[in-house]
């Protein structure tokens, strides 16, 4: 399954997205908090946000090693649609979250200070990431790989 990008990004989504978040989730409502187990509205969208950064992550990884994998016949994203489109693809995937949470936290907090400290840190955060993707030099494997990195901090 190594050799599949589309599995790999499968098994990262599902393993990091869905059942880490929900094992979490449940063991800390049942065994810590001892509250029965409800599936939320914050659960649901912490998942779909945690799932949106790990598809990112698992295909973003493979840009750097873009060439060794076109040799080496394994069809990633990045071998099939180019480094520059996967790195807009992720990066307009991260900046989507990044503006469903503003939305949300516009709506669903009723204090003013939740909303503006949401508002404010999200979007400074999808700005950073749109400055940090417009300096990638894709044809630097350490750039590329720095960029990779500064998706997980």
């Known amino acids: 399954w190594k050799r599949s990008s589309f599995l790999t990004t499968l098994y990262t989504v599902l393993e990091r997205g869905l059942l880490l978040q929900f094992?979490?989730?449940?063991?800390i409502q049942k065994y810590v908090l001892g509250?029965?187990?409800a599936i939320t509205r914050t659960l649901m969208f912490a998942v779909a946000i945690k799932c949106c950064f790990c598809f990112v992550?698992?295909?973003?990884k493979d840009i750097p090693d873009e060439d060794g994998d076109r040799e080496f016949g394994i069809r990633t994203?990045?071998?099939?649609?180019?480094?520059?489109?996967?790195?807009?693809?992720?990066v307009y995937v991260l900046v989507i979250a990044y503006g469903a949470a503003?939305?949300?936290?516009?709506?669903?907090?009723?204090?003013?200070?939740?909303?503006?400290?949401?508002?404010?840190?999200?979007s400074m955060l999808a700005t950073l990431l749109w400055h940090q993707a417009q300096t990638v030099d894709?044809?630097?494997?350490?750039?590329?790989?720095?960029?990779?990195?500064?998706?997980?901090?």
């Open 23 to 27: 094992a979490y989730f449940i063991h």
């Open 35 to 37: 509250r029965p187990i």
């Open 57 to 60: 992550i698992s295909v973003l």
């Open 77 to 90: 994203l990045s071998v099939i649609l180019g480094k520059e489109s996967v790195l807009w693809l992720c």
């Open 102 to 122: 503003v939305i949300v936290g516009l709506t669903s907090s009723p204090y003013l200070l939740s909303k503006l400290v949401t508002i404010i840190s999200h």
């Open 138 to 153: 894709l044809s630097s494997k350490a750039s590329t790989l720095s960029f990779y990195m500064f998706i997980w901090k």
